[in-house]
């Protein structure tokens, strides 16, 4: 396992913008495909968006493609999610998950959760 840290949350205005990040303990990070989770009050938790552990493979839930974007730092254990045009509805706690498998898609399986960054969009 490794242990997570977000970052980069915050209060926006909707159509704006914010990066989030994910700071990784460990020399391992490149085996380790990651993802974004999000849980908005009352409702369940849910894949956001994932990279595989070399980066050249992303996966994003559809509520989000062509507004959120994923990537990572290999050499900075980091893995970023670039938001924009951001809605009410993204409205969450963003939480960063690791997959030591190294794949990173909806199905893995995320043994390693950071605490969450909180976002709030307001209309």
């Known amino acids: 396992q490794v242990q997570l840290v977000e970052s980069g949350g915050g209060l926006v205005q909707a159509g704006g913008s914010l990066r989030l990040s994910c700071v990784a303990s460990?020399?391992?990070?490149?085996?380790?495909?990651m993802a974004w989770f999000r849980q908005a009050p009352g409702k369940e938790r849910e894949f956001v968006t994932g990279?595989?552990?070399?980066?050249?493979?992303?996966y994003y839930a559809d509520s989000v493609k062509g507004r959120f974007s994923i990537s990572r730092d290999n050499a900075e254990n980091t893995v970023y999610l670039q938001m924009n045009s951001l809605k009410p509805e993204d409205t969450a706690v963003y939480y960063c998950?690791?997959?030591?498998?190294?794949?990173?898609?909806?199905?893995?399986?995320?043994?390693?959760w950071g605490r969450g960054t909180h976002v709030t969009v307001s209309s």
């Open positions: 460990g020399r391992t990070f490149r085996s380790y495909g």
């Open positions: 998950a690791a997959d030591g498998r190294g794949k990173g898609d909806r199905l893995s399986w995320f043994d390693s």
């Open positions: 990279i595989s552990g070399r980066g050249d493979n992303t």
